[in-house]
DNA sequence: TCAGGATACATGCATTTGCATCTATCTCGA
DNA sequence: TCGAGATAGATGCAAATGCATGTATCCTGA
């Protein structure tokens, strides 16, 4: 994912890091992404929905309230707005999600799952976790694993933060 | 990602850690990646070629030997094989790398970069390197930035060598 | 040695995606 | 209050993607 660039010499203090050793964490973090990803897109069970229309009903299982604005799923998903639009369009078609005006905003869409969409999620999720399961196997123990979880979490914090889109 | 499921108690100890700290690590990671690539696309610099484009510049610029197979190529990137085997078509027509016959296995395609090729990733991968530091900012110091690296690193060689595709 | 199966890559075709743009609504300052 | 600009989402259309399959080459056991 980069090149090798002249930089200040690498340091493995507890200070600033340097521009290679942030790019190496990102290319370390992306591959191990796409590794594990293509893993798990071979599951079976993502052949009656893609795991990236899986991906959505997931995230609206976590607001259980009204359901998301467009625009807030879009946040969580690696797709273009107009293709998210179509992605819920094939999902509201499948039965799986309703699209309601906002309350608040005449140009906002309320997304919510059906009870039918839940199920789905819920279904496919209890085996996706085991998959998950079956495939980190025991690289990482229980303490690593806590670590990756916190340092990943507060550098994407730190980036929604500080680079909102 | 992933769903509640029953699973024995929550343990923050160094042994095997639950299915449902897995999946969390995982969802982690995979929102983290997500939200940094979402602001990586954006540069400029991607207008000219395509991410994915240049990541496949990128990877082929690290073995600068004969070049690389197709298969090995795909491994690195979250693409189908007739995907890929059209991204390079496209990358061959603007002339930044070539296809030639493998030398030890007639089904085989070796792709190689050009000068231009080179040239172009390294253009293009200097300002990426400095993008993704500006992106990171100061949100890990550099000893967690090193154990990030580690444990993505570890996990990535586990899943390649214990679940091959 | 050679037939049957496996593997590497390419290609036809339908689906999905992104860019540009459109409409509708909202916001804010004069 | 109104008008200019901003924002949310939908849509036309070209490009990219994946699935199924095709062709060529390789491997293996009888």
Redo the contacts with the bound molecule.
């Keep these: 994912m980069t090149a090798p660039t002249a930089d200040r010499p690498v340091s493995h203090s507890p200070s600033a890091p340097s521009v290679r050793e942030t790019a190496e964490a990102w290319e370390s973090l992306f591959r191990t992404q796409v590794t594990v990803m293509r893993r798990l897109q071979t599951d079976p069970a993502f052949r009656e929905l ?1 795991i ?1 229309e899986y991906d959505v009903l997931f995230t609206l299982s976590g607001c259980p309230g009204g359901g998301l ?4 799923l ?1 946040n969580h998903v ?13 999902l509201e078609r499948k039965g799986l999600v309703t ?1 309601r005006a ?1 309350p ?7 997304i919510a799952l059906t009870e039918a969409g839940l199920e789905t999620q819920r279904r496919i999720g209890r085996g996706h976790v085991r998959e998950i399961a079956r495939l980190f196997g025991t690289a990482l123990d229980g303490g690593e694993l806590a670590e990756l979880t916190r340092l990943t979490a507060k550098l994407r914090q730190h980036v929604e933060e500080s680079h909102p889109l």
Tied chains: 1, 2.
């Design positions: 893609g990236k604005r467009l625009n807030e879009n690696l797709l273009a707005q107009s293709s998210l639009s179509r992605l819920v369009d094939r699209r906002a608040e905003d005449g140009r906002g869409t309320l």
